[in-house]
């Protein structure tokens, strides 16, 4: 799995969602069901509890032929 990040993910990790990390997301992708999102059709959902925390992430992403585009994250919690 190839995972690529959007600008908008790249200028929020970098200053507001640093705990947010890579490991976390691609944790959230491999354990969580494909989720349709609620407002953009060709958008999906991953949403996972992380173990070390015990908080819950909630990733937005689109999946592009074999690469998975991540466009943002955050703790629902």
């Keep these: 799995m190839q995972i690529e990040y959007s ?9 507001k969602k640093k705990d947010i990390t890579n490991h976390s997301i691609e944790y959230t992708l491999r354990n969580s069901k494909i989720l349709k999102d609620k407002y953009w059709d060709d958008a999906l959902n ?11 992430l909630k990733v937005v ?6 690469k998975i585009f991540i466009i943002t ?5």
């Excluded at 994250?73 to 919690?77: F, P, Q």
């Design 46 to 56: 991953a949403i996972s509890i992380i173990p070390p925390s015990g908080r819950i």
């Design 61 to 66: 992403y689109k999946r592009i032929q074999e």
């Design 7 to 15: 600008k908008h993910w790249l200028k929020k990790s970098e200053k």
């Design 73 to 77: 994250a955050y703790w629902l919690n």
